[in-house]
T-cell receptor
Framework: GEDVEQSLFLSVREGDSSVINCTYT??????LYWYKQEPGAGLQLLTY?????DMKQDQRLTVLLNKKDKHLSLRIADTQTGDSAIYFC????????????FGKGTSLLVTP | DAGVTQSPTHLIKTRGQQVTLRCSPK?????VSWYQQALGQGPQFIFQ???????QRGNFPDRFSGHQFPNYSSELNVNALLLGDSALYLC???????????FGPGTRLTVL
């Protein structure tokens, strides 16, 4: 599929909020996902949002969706050192049926 | 609740050899998708299996093939290995093709 774009790196201080941004490509995407990957591990599903929603909140996580600009963001409140990982944004690529189309990932570093 | 499992964890092969990777889906799931994640990249979709048939395929050569068994587990086979096949291979399962995908820990393949 075409490129899902994410900034590559983000560094925040412990206790601050983190905002990870993503621009996706397919205006017909029905679901958009955020996955977390710790070093040497698989992908952990964090949250997802349906395309008819603007916002979804799940404990410390807030997802915002701007369909007009095809922009998705993930806000992590009160970021902890355990949140340090790579975060992937993914859309369903309608050209490939139900395959996930991923960005390159944003590496989040949380410093004490 | 058993999550997605994959075996082996790590594998080292030489160019030209063949490899088989295995995946057991999350309990209750019937669809398995395979992804390749090169170092520093997001996962790339290889193919998806449902009802023991390949339903969708990404941009991968025929050297990549798969199988799904009646118990919904799946295998990924790669023939004539190339150095560029070195990657983390991720299996994801879902309840039906369009549902949210949950990932296993991956198999790290190194081709020398």
């Amino acid at each position: 599929g075409e490129d899902v774009e994410q900034s590559l790196f983000l560094s925040v201080r412990e206790g601050d909020s983190s905002v990870i941004n993503c621009t996706y490509t397919d205006s017909s995407s029905t679901y958009l996902y955020w996955y977390k990957q710790e070093p040497g591990a698989g992908l952990q599903l964090l949250t997802y949002i349906f395309s008819n929603m603007d916002m979804k909140q799940d404990q410390r996580l807030t997802v915002l969706l701007n369909k007009k600009d095809k922009h998705l963001s993930l806000r992590i409140a009160d970021t902890q050192t355990g949140d340090s990982a790579i975060y992937f944004c993914a859309e369903i690529d309608s050209n490939s049926g139900y395959a996930l189309n991923f960005g390159k990932g944003t590496s989040l570093l949380v410093t004490p | 609740d058993a999550g997605v499992t994959q075996s082996p964890t790590h594998l080292i092969k030489t160019r030209g050899q063949q490899v088989t990777l295995r995946c057991s889906p999350k309990s209750g799931h019937d669809t398995v998708s395979w992804y390749q994640q090169a170092l520093g990249q997001g996962p790339q979709f290889i193919f998806q299996y449902y009802e023991e048939e390949e339903r969708q395929r990404g941009n991968f050569p025929d050297r990549f093939s798969g199988h799904q068994f009646p118990n919904y587990s799946s295998e990924l086979n790669v023939n004539a290995l190339l150095l560029g096949d070195s990657a983390l291979y991720l299996c994801a399962s879902s309840l039906a093709m369009r549902d949210t995908q949950y990932f296993g820990p991956g198999t790290r393949l190194t081709v020398l």
